[in-house]
């Protein structure tokens, strides 16, 4: 390292040169002593340090920063090893850095520990981090090494004399380096918007948790009283063993040309839980608005269920879902109740204390069922069940549009008058009537006096004898003392 000796060779001499200088300029002026090492230092250095040789990168030649000292308002510098000056320490700058430093008002700070007001603040960095070139003059060349951060600023000048320079003490080499006073600023207000943010996600996530182990263990039941007191239900829905909850249902309560109307549905989505719920939303809606539901109730439910087939099938199609639904539903006009039936949701009256069917489940080895799917072009397999093309478990629904030429979604509806014999009703989703039988369901119902507590019953009887799907049923209970000799509903609200 023959160029490194010549540096060092050259620095000696400078610095005896300097010395000597420094005597006579403290001797011949009346300037204070760090003054003059300032000007004559500067002069010294400029004059007698020969010109260096060119570096040669290829070679791999460079000169390693040593530990220097810097000054908060001078940047007083020295090299490790030298004796101190009793008039004070020499300074090298540059002529940058001392421009900068002329503009920029000296810092204020408290003093550190171990130290007087307006002493030295020590830095430390590992050649490994920053090695500085010596080139000619006294500037100095920083390599295209990463600049060492000193708090939140960097060791060499910053442009603007308006911003502050932040040191922090001396940091051994191995040893982590700790925020200091100084270096420590104030949390800016978009880092606090983001932490309460952040709280504010995660008081949701905890929520939406706290809802779903409700959600785990809990039955969404309720009940309705007509306010005429003719009719009381009551509906209870419990998700069961499934990931998801595709069962909806549905209560609706008008009067249409002094009659009142009840309408009562289940909702049995398969493949996702959108039909059901377009079901929901839109099936009573559309029926109530047929301009012949009053007088022709039958055909206006047949139009209505086929008109929101179709509508729903044109409202996903620009998606890729082929979710469907069953619907079991119970419109009851005056005492004439109309039950219509799309799928393998049931509905089930008890009279005269027998449980009788008013509708027969849509199943594809149902023999005149098979036969218009075959007619149609389709075919009925076996897969774990009988399926239509070997994947539908129901001849009908709605939805389902690759298998829609097959499965369609006309009603079968039935008619029954409510006379003193008929008890109630039940709805169901399959979830019920898989594991527990009409005569079953009648039975556990005539238990229970209130119409929410019955359903409540059914649900929890259907998931206790292992139903795997999810458990939906309304029960609806007639109270024949409030009817009139028109066998019109009648009377207060009981």
């Not at 171990?114 to 390599?143: K, T």
């Not at 006073?181 to 929520?207: G, S």
């Not at 594991?435 to 929410?452: G, H, Q, Y």
């Not at 998931?463 to 207060?492: E, L």
Request: with cysteine.
């Amino acid at each position: 390292m023959v160029y490194d000796g010549a540096v060092k060779d050259q620095e000696s001499s400078a610095s005896a040169s300097a010395s000597a200088a420094l005597s006579e300029a403290a001797a011949a002026s009346e300037v204070t002593a760090a003054e003059a090492v300032v000007v004559v230092v500067s002069e010294a250095v400029v004059s007698e340090q020969p010109p260096r040789p060119a570096h040669d990168k290829r070679l791999g030649v460079r000169h390693p920063l040593k530990h220097r000292r810097f000054r908060t308002g001078g940047k007083v510098m020295m090299e490790p090893g030298d004796p101190p000056s009793a008039q004070g320490e020499v300074e090298v700058v540059d002529e940058e850095a001392s421009e900068v430093e002329q503009e920029a008002p000296p810092v204020e700070r408290g003093p550190h520990e171990g130290e007087e007001e307006g002493g030295d603040v020590e830095v430390s960095s590992a050649p490994a981090e920053m090695e500085v070139e010596v080139v000619e003059g006294d500037a100095m060349e920083e390599l295209p090494e990463p600049a060492v951060a000193v708090g939140e600023s960097e060791l060499e000048g910053r442009p603007g004399g308006d911003e502050e320079e932040v040191s922090s003490p001396v940091v051994p080499q191995g040893e982590t380096k700790q925020d200091t006073p100084a270096a420590a600023a104030p949390v800016p207000a978009m880092e606090e918007r983001k932490h309460k943010d952040q709280e504010k996600k995660q008081n949701e996530r905890e929520r939406e948790k706290e809802r779903e182990r409700v959600d785990e263990v809990g039955y969404m039941s309720g009940g309705w009283k007509s306010d005429d007191g003719f009719l009381s239900c009551g509906y209870s829905s419990f998700r069961g063993k499934r990931a998801s909850m595709e069962d909806f249902y549905d209560i609706k309560s008008s009067k249409i040309d002094d009659k009142q109307i009840s309408l009562f549905g289940i909702f049995d989505g398969h493949g996702g839980s959108r039909a059901a719920e377009y079901l929901k939303e839109h099936l009573f809606e559309n029926l109530m608005k047929h301009p012949e539901f009053m007088k022709d109730t039958k055909l206006a439910i047949s139009e209505t269920y086929r008109k929101t087939d179709s509508e729903f099938l044109d409202s996903e199609s620009h998606t890729h879902r082929d979710d469907g639904s069953t619907a079991s539903t119970a419109v009851l006009v005056g005492n004439h109740l109309y039950v219509a039936n799309v799928g393998d949701s049931r509905a089930v009256i008890s009279k005269a204390g027998k449980a009788i069917a008013l509708s027969e489940d849509h199943k594809p080895n149902r023999s005149d069922e098979r036969k218009r799917i075959e007619s149609a072009g389709g075919v009925v397999m076996w897969a774990g069940t009988w399926r239509v093309g070997g994947v539908l478990a129901m001849s009908r629904a709605f939805g389902n549009r690759l298998l829609k030429q097959f499965v369609v979604a006309d009603p079968e509806i039935q008619e029954q008058e409510i006379d003193d014999e008929v008890e109630f009703l039940i709805l169901a989703s399959d979830g019920l009537w898989d594991v527990v039988p009409n005569e079953d369901a009648v039975s556990l119902v005539k238990i229970e006096e209130e119409p929410e507590a019955a359903a409540r019953k059914l649900t929890e009887t259907a998931f206790s004898r292992g139903s795997g799907d999810n458990i939906t049923c309304i029960v609806v209970k007639f109270q024949h003392d409030k009817m009139d000799g028109d066998s019109s509903p009648s009377g207060d609200k009981s």
